[in-house]
């Protein structure tokens, strides 16, 4: 069956009674969207803080192919594989984009029998979440024209406006616009643009916010531009619009509960993109996670090289967090492709190609090991279409490497499938007794920060820039320098060509433009041709999505 078939044969269980059952949550404490999915409100957060917190594991993959590698698929067989063996596990989500959902992705709920629901309510609208921090993103926009129309008495220079808006979907069309236009009483004439939600500032703050108060300092600190002449930063407390953007984030900040197909607890709460954004899922779904179980699975966008970086240096970083262990997700197709094999052709025995295209897997494990610390147990994401020949080549590359390598069928199994896997990573976890690293310190320049992830994470020789984005990173760095760089880049490669495929070394990464994150607290570093605003392919999955007469939806995967 498809994915959504399966799904909407769930048998699912109230989320209030589950909580209850499961967690000792009480209603009092939830606030349902329905039957099958609420929030867990702010004030029950606080009364966690004096529990001991679990064990933190991190799901992570190697480079992303059109063959796909299923890293949100396993994080939940993987939680479900340790429930069934009798650890209390919590895993936590990010929520999907609708850009991707009507784009090529289709749907980001897991797949087959290794699924959050419901899963049609989280694809699409959900608890309103981006809804509300695309509206407060654009609240700040308008307010800022609207200053400026009105007499700009902040003196805020047009040309150096750097707060666009955001629309939670895929349009190039978008990408560079002009507005006021119309005459005087439209405001002022000027270049603006567009970026996908899931890249607003906003939601970064959102996902890394701990609280109410800590959500509207942050907002306050937003930079939307400098003024004429001084070139000093304006934020937007001084627009005096962050009380009414954290107005519009009370309920969205709370928590999302859902569950599994196997009825155990999952947060999905906060969705950035790992390729233009941090990648990972609020720090408030993970801290309660972590006070609720005794072992968190969590997962970062893309990439071991993108989101788990990110995950390292930035959440981790800012959240006080200690994850134990990680997990890295690679198939055989996947391989397969990074070796150069056809994608018509991902579906036949072909070794040579999966020898090749280890060295993809190869160069992810040794960063995780390596760069981040981290003990990683390799994940063999099974495709009925593996042979026992391409199994035991991963398997004998991982074990070369010092590692443990897992075969494991989740997807068609669920949780039964993936109890081998959760097994190795509670033993890898028992065997560490050292802390993970980060990849720079606070105290380098952020040029430094930048050639360091270049360098040691994605293989480059160095870095390079022309003059006025290295002039950018100077003035940025005389104020704002001790802070983490969010780098972004293509998701497909370790370099900044999305064909370059394997593990290309040696190459230089050309920094576009960088963006100052205040609030968020980071630079965000924008290289090779990424764009945030993504566009829709020639045939998108939105063509397939229906809906019938009864209210039941079809097409999502």
């Not at 867990?40 to 004096?50: E, I, M, V």
């Not at 020949?389 to 897992?406: D, F, K, Q, T």
């Not at 019938?548 to 097409?555: P, R, T």
Request: glycine share 10%.
């Amino acid at each position: 069956m498809s994915d959504i078939a399966i799904a909407q044969q769930a048998h699912k269980r109230p989320i209030l009674e589950l909580a209850a059952d499961r967690y000792g949550i009480g209603p009092e404490h939830l606030e349902p969207y329905g039957h099958y999915k609420a929030k867990l409100s702010l004030d029950y957060l606080q009364t966690l803080n004096d529990h001991p917190d679990g064990q933190l594991i991190l799901v992570t993959a190697i480079s992303p192919t059109p063959a796909g590698e299923g890293k949100t698929t396993t994080t939940v067989g993987l939680g479900d594989a340790m429930n069934r063996l009798g650890h209390r596990t919590i895993i936590c989500l990010r929520e999907p984009s609708l850009g991707p959902c009507f784009g090529v992705k289709g749907g980001a709920a897991g797949g087959g029998y290794a699924q959050v629901v419901p899963m049609e309510d989280i694809n699409l609208h959900f608890t309103g979440d981006f809804h509300a921090i695309g509206a407060a993103h654009n609240l700040l926009a308008a307010m800022l024209d609207n200053h400026i129309n009105h007499g700009n008495a902040l003196n805020i220079d047009p040309r150096l406006i750097s707060w666009k808006r955001v629309v939670d979907m895929n349009d190039r069309a978008l990408r560079r616009i002009v507005v006021g236009l119309g005459g005087t009483a439209n405001g002022y004439v000027r270049e603006d643009g567009f970026d996908i939600t899931v890249a607003s500032e906003v939601m970064a703050i959102f996902c890394l916010a701990t609280s109410l108060t800590d959500l509207k300092q942050r907002l306050g600190e937003i930079v939307v531009g400098y003024t004429t002449g001084t070139r000093q930063p304006v934020r937007a407390r001084d627009l005096k619009a962050h009380g009414a953007m954290a107005a519009l984030l009370k309920d969205a900040i709370k928590p999302n509960l859902v569950q599994t197909l196997e009825n155990n607890l999952a947060f999905v709460h906060g969705g950035p993109f790992a390729n233009i954004a941090h990648g990972c899922n609020s720090v408030s779904a993970t801290r309660a996670a972590l006070k609720l179980a005794d072992f968190v699975v969590t997962e970062a966008g893309f990439g071991a090289d993108l989101g788990a970086e990110k995950f390292i240096d930035i959440k981790c970083r800012k959240a006080g967090l200690k994850p134990r262990a990680a997990v890295l997700v690679a198939t055989a197709r996947a391989l397969k492709y990074h070796g150069g094999a056809a994608r018509d052709a991902l579906g036949r025995e072909d070794l040579a190609a999966l020898e090749r295209g280890l060295v993809n897997l190869e160069r992810h494990y040794r960063n995780i090991t390596g760069e981040y610390g981290l003990p990683c147990v390799v994940c063999i994401n099974h495709f009925t279409a593996d042979t026992p020949a391409e199994i035991a080549l991963i398997e004998a590359r991982v074990a070369s490497l010092g590692g443990r390598a897992v075969l494991a069928r989740h997807w068609a199994e669920g949780g039964a499938g993936a109890e081998a896997l959760a097994a190795a990573v509670v033993e890898t976890i028992a065997a560490n007794t050292t802390p993970h690293r980060m990849v720079y310190e606070d105290q380098l320049p952020l040029w430094d920060k930048i050639n360091a992830v270049a360098t040691r994470i994605y293989g480059a020789a160095g870095i390079s820039a022309d003059a006025r984005v290295r002039a950018q990173i100077n003035e940025l760095n005389a104020e704002w320098g001790h802070l983490p760089v969010c780098m972004a880049k293509t998701q497909m490669s370790f370099s900044t060509d999305p064909t370059a495929l394997g593990a290309p070394s040696g190459h230089t990464v050309n920094l576009r433009e960088v963006r100052l994150a205040a609030g968020a607290g980071f630079v965000v570093v924008i290289a090779g041709d990424l764009m945030t605003m993504p566009g829709l392919p020639k045939a998108p999955a939105a063509e397939h999505i229906d809906v019938d007469a009864q209210g039941n939806i079809s097409g999502l995967f």
